[in-house]
């Protein structure tokens, strides 16, 4: 019988400005160990994560917008930034 494991999120940092909330996010646990930004428009109220490599994290979570192609639309998923 295989078991599952959880991931844990674990916020790391977190910013507001007049555009967006943004939310740097670790995601460790089950085999899985990764970074997300994660962001919320405040114009729109679009929501996207961006998963990024540890070493270009901090590049992500101060410049999300322009690595806003690498992004996933989260429709159902309840927000980290928000």
């Known amino acids: ?41 405040k114009e729109d109220g679009a929501y996207f994560e961006i998963a990024t490599e540890p070493y270009l994290a901090l590049e992500v979570f101060n410049h999300p917008f322009a690595y806003r192609d690498f992004a996933v639309v989260v429709a159902d998923a309840a927000p980290l930034a928000a």
Do not use: F, I, K, P
């Open 1 to 41: 019988m295989e078991m599952q494991g959880t991931t844990t999120r674990t916020e790391l940092d977190h910013r507001s400005d007049q555009y967006a909330e943004v939310t740097l996010v670790w995601v460790n646990g089950a085999g899985v160990d990764e970074t997300l930004v994660c962001v919320r428009t």
